[in-house]
């Protein structure tokens, strides 16, 4: 077998007998580069040998030191060994060394020749399997392969002749092996009566004759059946481990798992020396021929040499392109995401589970981009292939917000309408946007050219295992959750695991692998996440509407940091970069945000809201309601609360005070109005939530007129009995707590400036068409209320 080498710059007279008739043209320098990967049979007098063409991906780069001392890059093979040259000096195993059989038996290793062997079935498996599955495409060139003939003999060199000749028999011959084992299990089973007569007892009833032990005809062992076993023993070989569908037309026990690697590892040969000479017939020895020739690969057999063959791949990208997308891409994307209106073309997308929320949220996916490079091993990316990368990020992002604001017409789209980068119907707060994989892939070759590893996965990082290649992209630091801001990362799949999977086409493999290779996609980019950010889950300490109005304020600051992923909508996502800020924690947003909210860290994937909870709860009960001075209070506009409601309600004195503020069993901030309907001033629990005040303000029983009184925030909202206000601690100074209760419980107090509350009070009084009472709580609006400043 003739081995070259795809793009590797050749000079002309090294290569020029090989490429005969496939591709003989210089450059200038006359240096010829192929551009094709695959298999051709060259039959011109020089040659008489398979010429096969490897990838580029088992080639690397090496820079080496000229005799002058000038440092130069010279393309070697990846992974083997140096070797002693004719003058004793150590030095790489270049392409040019192992064109002819002669050189590779001289340059290569035993294990690597025997790799190339291989490999040449995995390559014609793989660029068959992409032909049957691209029929319109023009990458492939075809022509019919060896076939075994009664012509010319040469030595088959390859172990793809042996294969295609052992199923091609098997297609070709099935009325022979129909019509051999008939006959040879006919008769097996019929009674020689002269043994049983002469052997065996009889039983005689009336005129019958019985004999209770009969005599069958004793089987010979037949040699023809054996090789059968071994022929089909094969063809289950071929099908099992490299994914041909040979058709297996017999009922034999045939060998296969232990048994069938003891053959592959001798007894095969011993065996079949052992019954060469029981076979007569053309295609019996023919058989043998094939079979010996599978366990003994130097073996000669009959191929016919009139026909020049071939299966070339041209531009080998978009094959591996095909398999990659073939292994984990989704199939039924949209146009404008894959196929994109500019004109770009994205290799391999699919929607996954999203990087930010909890793993136990199963509603929310994100988009995964990815492209392909098929480099030589070890290549690095360039910046073109970066920023292309970037704008296709983009034109996604774009997509998704033409998809919600009505531009484009994929209303059937369901699965893609459930995406949203940006969500403004449960985040219109943060503005944030959500984190979208952006990756590359592409290919290295193991060190010891295994096509299987542990867990049939393994990934690598720019060609360093467990070391991250990522770039960044925005327009503002420390911006994780931006429009501007992108993430792209580069991996290395196992060129061969690729190869192997893609060839052998079977779809419970590949589902499994697309299945686990998401999954390690997902977690390798959490992983260069957590590397660059700090990711927070926050929650407010009071009520969750004043962390939404604390956020507005701040809006600018906090621009970028934060998101919304989380089930739970008061909870918030906040990324500190760990590159700007050597300690997140002493970040302005860091602690300007912990003065309103409970903070923790948090580990991508976890669900942070019952520890939120908790020591949300805690953090209440160990800081009760003190008196702070006005000046202290956070600062409230009326005006941006004009459609929202406030309640006005009066407290009875001292004791009733103490309660409110802290002096229950809970500890908390907390006010009741009265639902029983046969009392003074009681309301309806369904009105009051109809309302949904967001504000309370309290004033003393009687005091009206001083105008002094307490603005708090409304946190929640529940009802209790008379029996839970009692175990409330609720003041019995008053007759103790009757009937039931609508309970509001509040954030920490705020301040609205000057209200004239009296004034409110008394234009209440004097509407008669409400009948007020005198201290029933009073719901305003935010624009009445700036009817009452002063």
């Known amino acids: 077998m003739r081995i070259i080498f795809e793009e590797h710059h050749y000079a002309a007279a090294c290569v020029q007998n090989e490429l005969k008739g496939i591709c003989t043209l210089q ?101 068959n399997v992409y032909r049957q599955n691209n029929r319109d495409s023009k990458a492939i060139y075809y022509k019919t392969l060896p076939q075994e003939g009664r012509g010319r003999r040469h030595e088959a060199s390859t172990f793809l002749d042996i294969i295609l000749s052992l199923i091609r028999f098997n297609n070709e011959n099935q009325n022979f092996f129909i019509y051999t084992i008939k006959n040879l299990h006919s008769g097996h089973n019929k009674i020689n009566w002269t043994r049983t007569i002469s052997k065996s007892q009889c039983v005689v009833q009336g005129n019958d004759v019985v004999y209770l032990n009969p005599v069958n005809k004793k089987r010979k062992i037949n040699f023809e059946e054996e090789l059968f076993v071994i022929f089909f023993s094969i063809l289950y070989y071929l099908n099992d481990n490299y994914g041909f569908k040979a058709h297996i037309n017999c009922n034999y026990d045939l060998l296969i798992g232990k048994q069938f690697n003891l053959y592959l590892r001798g007894l095969g040969k011993v065996r079949l020396r052992q019954i060469r000479y029981k076979y007569f017939s053309d295609k019996t020895l023919q058989l043998w021929d094939l079979c010996y020739a599978f366990f003994e690969y130097a073996y000669k057999i009959n191929v016919n040499m009139n026909q020049h063959e071939y299966l070339l791949a041209k531009s080998f990208e978009h094959v591996f392109e095909a398999m990659i997308d073939d292994l984990i891409g989704d199939t039924d994307i949209p146009k404008g995401l894959k196929e994109q209106y500019d004109g770009k073309l994205v290799d391999h997308m699919y929607i996954y589970d999203d990087l930010v929320k909890s793993d136990d949220d199963d509603q929310k996916d994100i988009y995964y981009i990815g492209d392909s490079k098929y480099y030589k091993n070890g290549h690095n990316l360039g910046k073109k292939s970066i920023y292309k990368q970037y704008t296709y990020a983009r034109n996604v992002i774009q997509w998704n917000i033409d998809l919600f604001a009505n531009k484009n017409e994929y209303d059937e789209e369901e699965r893609y309408k459930q995406i949203r980068l940006r969500n403004d119907d449960s985040d ?283 603005v708090f925030r409304i946190h929640d909202y529940a009802i209790m009995s008379q029996e839970r206000m009692e175990k409330a601690l609720y003041p019995s100074n008053h007759g103790g707590p009757k009937g039931e209760y609508f309970v509001f419980r509040f954030d920490d107090e705020v301040s609205f400036g000057k209200i004239d509350i009296n004034k409110l009070i008394l234009s209440r009084s004097q509407d008669t068409a409400n009948a007020y009472i005198k201290g029933e709580p009073i719901f305003a609006t935010g624009s009445e209320l700036l009817e009452f400043k002063p």
């Open 27 to 127: 450059d200038v320098d006359k240096y010829i580069s192929v551009s094709y990967v695959g298999y051709f049979y060259n039959p011109i007098p020089e040659i008489k040998d398979c010429v096969f063409i490897l990838p580029k991906v088992l080639l690397e780069d090496k820079e080496i030191t000229t005799e002058d001392g000038k440092k130069t890059k010279i393309e070697i093979i990846a992974n083997i060994p140096t070797v002693i040259d004719e003058n004793g000096n150590e030095r790489w195993v270049t392409p040019e060394d192992i064109i002819s059989p002669q050189g590779q038996e001289k340059y290569l290793p035993k294990d690597y020749r025997k790799f190339i062997y291989e490999f040449s079935v995995w390559m014609y498996r793989s660029l």
């Open 428 to 710: 219109p707060l943060t503005e944030g946007y959500n984190v979208i994989p952006n990756f590359f892939i592409s290919a290295y070759v193991n060190k010891d050219h295994s096509y299987v590893e542990k867990d049939n996965i393994k990934i690598h990082l720019n060609g360093k295992e467990k070391e991250h290649s990522t770039d960044v992209s925005s327009q503002f630091e420390d911006r994780l959750f931006d429009r501007d801001t992108l993430i792209l990362s580069h991996y290395d799949v196992n060129f061969l695991y690729v190869i192997y999977l893609y060839s052998r086409n079977k779809s419970s493999e590949k589902s499994t692998w697309r299945s686990k290779v998401r999954q390690l996609f997902r977690d390798e980019i959490r992983n260069v996440l957590q590397n660059k950010y700090k990711f927070y889950a926050m929650k407010s300490k009071g009520n969750p509407i004043a962390g939404e109005e604390f956020i507005k304020e701040h809006f600018k600051e906090l621009q970028g940091k934060l998101y919304r992923p989380y089930v739970d909508n008061n909870l918030y996502a906040l990324a500190l970069s760990t590159e700007t800020n050597t300690n997140p924690t002493e970040n302005d947003a860091y602690k300007l945000l912990s003065e309103f909210f409970i903070i923790d860290e948090v580990t991508l994937g976890d669900n942070p809201q019952k520890s939120l909870e908790k020591k949300v709860q805690q953090y209440q009960i160990d800081h009760p309601y003190t008196n702070v001075p006005q000046e202290w209070l956070a600062e409230y506009h009326i005006e941006r609360y004009i459609n929202d409601y406030f309640v006005v309600g009066m407290y009875h004195d001292q004791e009733h005070w103490d309660w409110i503020t802290g002096k229950n069993d809970k500890g908390t901030l907390i006010y009741n109005v009265r639902l029983d309907s046969g009392r003074n001033g009681a309301q309806k629990k369904s009105h009051i939530r109809k309302l949904r005040p967001k504000f309370a303000i309290l004033y003393e029983e009687n005091h009206e007129a001083e105008n002094n009184y307490h």
